[in-house]
């Protein structure tokens, strides 16, 4: 009896021990966590889950830290652990939703989505997530309402106006919201360019700098790329140019163009606002699957013309929208893609106010979108 009761005071002793160290281990991730070390806090809640491998506390912040580090297929099956052992708990379901949004499962996420609002009905950042994963599965009606729900709640309204813009139709916003561009590509800029090329098949930049030649335009002393994002058409452009600028609203992005040492300057700045302060004269401007986050173009374009050297070329792409019924060719249009097609007329009557010529234009897929090609022009103009 003795032994027996020997070696119950040492396994609670064991585990009151581990309780403790799991206790200090979760102390520390929270502290990493919040001072944005993700790699400290991942190992710091890790050892406190080998630990504790069934306190949800420790489950739903070592899956949201997963999340932040880009992997959420390894955040579902943590998150979802924690709201099986903690029903109530509101972050669990918010980062399980996101996190179930982000592998491709849609559905699952706007279950989880419901879970969370459930306990909390008046959360404008779920209200959105739950509307941009209904917009994706392309259940728009559902989607107005939570981003109606978003807004009443008190999210952003530019960014919410210009989420039901894309989807209500009607006369679409000259611009979307800077902060929802530049976190957009932010968010994506680590995995930006393996994903473009190797999963949606992302020829633009070839296919654009490609059609330079035939025109004539062999050589260029100065290119400017807007937009130039992780630098993918640096490389191409290396051995046709002096020097190449690039511009890109993304600092994250521009970080890894910067890693490729093709670029003479990059700049972060939003491009139509850049523009209208550059003094660099170029005689090639570059803009590479940007416009679809860009909006009007009329300044755009008068800017681009008052920088090109006599002579100089212009060649850039936009994306074409194939749903016209009811559309009007000459004006912009905002899809519930949240990107901006450009149609011919509109792209035309621009440039010619601009005094810029269409040399030439053609039709090519841009990349592929759910396994399908995304239609797109690409177009060169010159300056007289």
């Known amino acids: 009896m003795a032994d ?14 581990a309780i403790e160290a799991a206790k200090k ?10 001072a944005k070390r993700l790699e400290e806090a ?18 739903t912040n070592l899956g949201a830290v997963r999340l932040q580090l880009g992997r959420p297929e390894e955040a579902v099956p943590l998150l979802a652990q924690a709201t099986a052992l903690e029903p109530d708990n509101l972050q669990a379901w918010a980062h399980l939703g996101i996190a179930q949004a982000e592998t491709g499962d849609l559905d699952q996420a706007v279950v ?15 209200w959105t997530h739950r509307g941009t994963a209904l917009r994706e599965m392309g259940h728009l009606p ?3 309402k939570s981003f109606e729900q978003a807004r009443e709640h008190g999210a952003d309204p530019h960014v919410i106006g210009y989420f039901l813009a894309s989807m209500q139709g009607g006369e679409a916003p000259p611009s979307p919201p800077r902060a929802y561009v530049e976190n957009l590509f932010d968010r994506y800029a680590d995995d930006f360019s393996d994903h473009l090329v190797e999963v949606l098949g992302y020829r ?21 790329d807007l937009g130039c994002g992780t630098g993918l058409c640096g490389p191409l452009l290396k051995g046709m140019a002096s020097r190449i600028d690039g511009v890109d609203l993304s600092a994250r992005m521009l970080a890894q163009a910067r890693g490729l040492g093709v670029y003479s300057e990059l700049v972060h700045a939003d491009i139509v606002e850049w523009l209208k302060t550059a003094r660099q004269p170029y005689d090639l401007v570059l803009a590479v ?3 679809i986050y860009v909006g009007a173009l009329e300044s755009v374009f008068a800017d681009v013309g008052r920088l090109l050297k006599p002579g100089g070329m212009f060649a850039f792409t936009v994306e074409e929208n194939t749903r016209t019924a009811g559309v009007n060719p000459q004006e912009l249009q905002l899809m519930p893609s949240l990107r901006y097609a450009h149609p011919e007329a509109y792209v035309r009557r621009v440039a010619a ?5 269409v040399r030439a234009m053609h039709r090519a897929p841009l990349r592929q979108d759910q396994a399908q090609p995304v239609p797109g022009a690409y177009y060169y103009l010159s300056k007289p």
């Open 4 to 17: 027996n009761a020997a070696s119950k005071r040492s396994s609670r002793t064991f585990m009151s021990d």
């Open 25 to 34: 281990h979760f102390l520390e991730g929270v502290a990493h966590f919040e």
């Open 42 to 59: 991942d190992r710091a809640f890790s050892a406190a889950h080998k630990l504790v491998p069934d306190r949800p506390s420790v489950l």
């Open 112 to 126: 989880s989505f419901d879970k969370a609002l459930g306990i909390d009905g008046k959360s404008a950042v779920l």
């Open 142 to 144: 559902e989607a107005v």
């Open 204 to 224: 633009a930049p070839e296919e654009l700098i490609d059609g330079l030649a035939p025109l004539g335009a062999r050589w260029f002393d100065d290119v400017l």
């Open 289 to 291: 699957d940007v416009f």
């Open 353 to 357: 106010d601009a005094g810029l010529q």
